[in-house]
Nanobody, 124 residues
Framework: EVQLVESGGGQVQAGGSLRLSCVAS????????FSWVRQAPGKEVEWVSS????????YYADFAKGRFTISRDNVENTVYLQINDLKTDDTAMYFC?????????????????RGQGTQVIVSS
């Protein structure tokens, strides 16, 4: 059974940092491409970042460049999203998703599997 389980969200003050984690199981993690997406209250799902291993490549939405860092641990089968200098606009549910294709460059939030999400609330 494919599973993606996110954790690491919480309530933080603006300017703070969080590291979100996504533990994957039920498939071959090493060649899979992953993305993080988010959904703020009353808004549509928004792509944040994508990552692949072979070759190593990372892609970010414009708003995420400079403050967000996606990474992965192919031993622990975990994908991470480090968010620094959090802003109130970052308040959203963050989801880890497995991209259906083979390249992160082509993955902008499309997924064949997605986790349940982890809530991030940023207060001013």
């Amino acid at each position: 059974e494919v599973q993606l389980v996110e954790s690491g969200g919480g309530q933080v003050q603006a300017g703070g940092s969080l590291r979100l984690s996504c533990v994957a199981s039920g498939f071959d993690f090493h060649y899979a491409v992953f993305s993080w997406v988010r959904q703020a209250p009353g808004k549509e799902v928004e792509w944040v970042s994508s990552i692949q291993s072979y070759p190593t490549a990372r892609y970010y939405a414009d708003f995420a460049k400079g403050r967000f860092t996606i990474s992965r641990d192919n031993v622990e089968n975990t994908v991470y999203l480090q968010i620094n200098d959090l802003k109130t606009d970052d308040t959203a549910m963050y989801f880890c998703a497995r991209c259906p294709g083979a390249y992160a460059s082509a993955c902008r939030g499309e997924s064949d599997y997605r986790g349940q999400g982890t809530q991030v609330i940023v207060s001013s």
